[in-house]
């Protein structure tokens, strides 16, 4: 138990990281509002088809990577983490509004690109911003920040453990409109306290140097860092299959109800909380690559019994798997990236958020041209195979142990 609370009490006396602490809760709640439920809005209350909606998704993903990567270079160079922080937070809030009143097709393309194709810099400058200030907090050891970063989207995920099931019932009782002005709402929120209680810090001399001495382009080039990029990608276009599909199973094939959705997604962040601080202690003494290969054979078997499953209570079991399989590679993954450009944390991190929205321009395009032809279960079949790919891949590129490990 002392070991659990010596990072919380780390994190609770420092000013710094405690803002970091409660803009993951945020962050995190506004997210949960919205995803689980983004398909049946799409398709239900929009009426976009199956193909449509993922055509819709794949634009606005691939607008996200476009602008992310121009900004995250900006945020190791030029801007605070706080200006794109406050700026991310602001449009958020602004798309979700349009979200929940607007319902003409081409309009919705144009907020999903650039408001949201901006706001999706929020996550991965989070993050950023983590890492910067665990360092420079100077009570952290170098080894335990894996562990750190671990408390923090531990707390992203503490959430999802309530926002799900609040938000069911918010769309029960004042439909997708209530559910999204929420969400704009809580982003308001969030953009409100980074202004107010996190600290301005513009880009380090060495951040700078670094930018100059290994843009992206050139960190792509290495082999394994460009393995791991399309490793993760292939894993994460499975995840936005199963954050559209998972609904539409439930409710289309087993005959469940909006609330089965919400217990489903509020059931794993329930146990992603003792596996994310369980498995950052473990990153701590074990190969961040050995970790992640390890979620990716559970990842195999997630998907793989999905396609088999013939009542709401059975995924309900399944979701225990998905927290640990979250755990890696939305904990441990980040401390992964980060070390492959320790000196760039907003281009490291946002690195990975962009092998997040690749695979979900492959996901959402995915989507709409399997479900409608083969039916919601095979999406979870596709998923398994392209995990059994990825794993391949990671294991054919591994990397070296980084030397500050």
């Not at 449009?91 to 509004?97: D, I, W």
């Not at 910067?132 to 408390?151: C, H, K, M, T, W």
């Not at 999802?160 to 809580?186: H, N, R």
Request: aromatic share 14%; hydrophobic share 55%.
């Amino acid at each position: 138990m002392e070991r659990v609370l010596i990072p919380v009490r780390t994190i609770l006396r420092s000013p710094d990281l405690r803002a970091v602490l409660v803009c993951n809760v945020l962050l995190g709640l506004t997210y949960s509002f919205v995803a689980p439920f983004l398909s049946m809005w799409g398709t239900r209350e929009v009426g976009m088809s199956d193909t449509r909606f993922g055509v819709f998704m794949t634009v606005t993903s691939a607008a996200s990577i476009a602008i992310s990567t121009w900004l995250a270079r900006w945020s190791d160079t030029r801007w605070s983490r706080k200006a794109l922080l406050a700026v991310g937070g602001a449009t958020g809030a602004l798309g979700y509004v349009g979200y929940a009143f607007v319902r003409d097709f081409v309009s919705l393309v144009w907020i999903g690109s650039l408001l949201f194709g901006v706001s999706s810099i929020t996550f991965p400058q989070l993050f950023a911003l983590a890492r910067d200030v665990v360092r420079a907090s100077g009570v952290v050891p170098r080894n335990e920040e894996p562990l750190y970063i671990n408390v923090f989207r531990l707390f992203f995920a503490l959430s999802w453990t309530v926002g799900p099931a609040l938000a069911a019932w918010v769309v029960a009782a004042y439909s997708y409109e209530g559910s999204f002005l929420c969400a704009a709402g809580i982003f308001a929120l969030f953009t409100l306290y980074v202004l107010c209680g996190v600290r301005a810090v513009p880009p380090t001399a060495a951040a700078r140097a670094a930018a100059q001495a290994v843009p992206l382009r050139k960190a792509l080039a290495r082999p394994v860092v460009l393995a791991h990029f399309v490793g993760f990608g292939l894993f994460f276009s499975c995840s936005t299959m199963g954050m559209m599909n998972l609904p539409l199973l439930l409710m289309e094939t087993l005959g469940g109800t909006e609330r089965h959705v919400g217990i489903a997604y509020s059931v794993a962040p329930f146990f992603e909380l003792p596996f994310m601080f369980y498995l950052g202690l473990l990153a701590t003494r074990v190969d961040h690559a050995l970790l992640i290969r390890g979620s990716l054979v559970l990842a195999i078997v997630y998907y793989g019994a999905l396609a088999w499953v013939t009542a709401p209570w059975q995924v309900y079991l399944l979701q225990v798997l998905s927290a640990a399989i979250v755990a890696v590679t939305s904990g441990v993954a980040i401390t992964f990236f980060q070390d492959f450009l320790p000196e760039q944390a907003g281009t490291a991190t946002n690195l990975y958020q962009s092998s997040t929205n690749f695979g979900r321009v492959v996901g959402y395009l995915l989507f709409g041209v399997v479900a409608a032809e083969h039916g919601y279960r095979a999406i979870f079949s596709l998923s398994a195979a392209f995990c059994v790919a990825a794993l391949l891949l990671l294991l054919a590129f591994k990397p070296a142990r980084f030397a500050q490990r």
